[in-house]
């Protein structure tokens, strides 16, 4: 009897305490980072074990989401075009819209690269030898008077547009940052150091700030945040000293693949992007 009357007793002062004390708020940010290898980061240390992505555990995503006290939830993937937002990747990988719900608080994408065909295009803008001795990369995508990249990413705009609205649907309360590419090469490049002919290296670069604001424009018209990462990146792009570089060139200096951030360009570009979160006014 008194056993009985002692469980009796805890279970109802458990219960007392239930009701008296509210559960405790879990005030952390479920953060899902979206997007491409500019987001993914290939070849910085150290890569995820599903190698599929080539995705670092310091890239910004992860430097962000330590600035912020975030939980996060990357699923940004090397190689990735928009579609791979909706489908299978690879025929494997989930889509990465699968990673969003009502409880996520924010959510960052870089995404378009791939879509235009830009590393390619750099890459057909490599000349080992100086000017006349080879093909002009602008001249090539300009012919006839029509720029190809650029045509292909007003072309390409309106994607980005959807793709905010299913986000916003799919996450109807999180915060959305949508972040810019680099600056990859100073005006007139620096050939030899970058084997890219100087109107070329203007022409490449043109594109990839014509890319950037396709994705501010579309950005600013669903009231997500812009990171503008060109500009955090100005004078840290392939032409500079390898130990200022937040960008590697053809040949990488560090630990990164060609043509994409490196560990100080990631945690610069994390740093931005976790401030425009706190101070979004700033940017």
Not at 136 to 163: E, F, H, M, V, Y
């Amino acid at each position: 009897m008194l056993v009985r009357r002692l469980s009796l007793a805890l279970a109802v002062t458990a219960a007392t305490l239930a009701v008296g004390m509210p559960a405790v708020a879990d005030d952390t940010i479920d953060y899902v980072a979206l997007g491409d290898s500019a987001a993914a980061g290939p070849l910085i240390p150290n890569q995820d074990i599903n190698l599929a992505c080539l995705r670092s555990d310091n890239n910004y995503p992860a430097v962000a989401a330590k600035a912020l006290g975030a939980r996060l939830t990357d699923v940004s993937c090397s190689g990735a075009k928009i579609t791979d937002f909706t489908g299978r990747q690879f025929g494997f990988v989930p889509p990465q819209y699968d990673a969003l719900n009502s409880g996520t608080d924010l959510v960052t994408l870089t995404i378009g690269g791939n879509d235009i065909g830009l590393v390619q295009a750099a890459l057909g803008c490599v000349n080992l030898f100086p000017e006349p001795f080879g093909i002009s990369c602008a001249d090539r995508l300009n012919s006839g008077g029509k720029d190809s990249l650029g045509t292909a990413i007003a072309a390409w705009a309106p994607q980005i547009g959807q793709a905010l609205d299913a986000i916003r649907a799919k996450a109807p309360k999180a915060k959305i940052v949508v972040a810019g590419y680099g600056t990859y090469v100073q005006r007139n490049g620096c050939y030899p150091l970058q084997p890219i002919w100087a109107r070329d290296a203007n022409y490449i670069q043109a594109s990839v700030d014509k890319l950037s604001a396709a994705l501010r424009d579309q950005a600013a018209s669903r009231g997500a945040t812009f990171v503008d990462l060109a500009a955090v990146s100005v004078g840290h792009d392939t032409c500079a000293a390898p130990w200022e570089r937040y960008l590697e060139g053809l040949i990488p200096t560090s630990l990164a693949a060609p043509l994409h951030p490196n560990a100080k360009g990631m945690a610069a570009f994390g740093a931005a992007i976790a401030s425009a979160v706190k101070n979004p006014a700033i940017h």
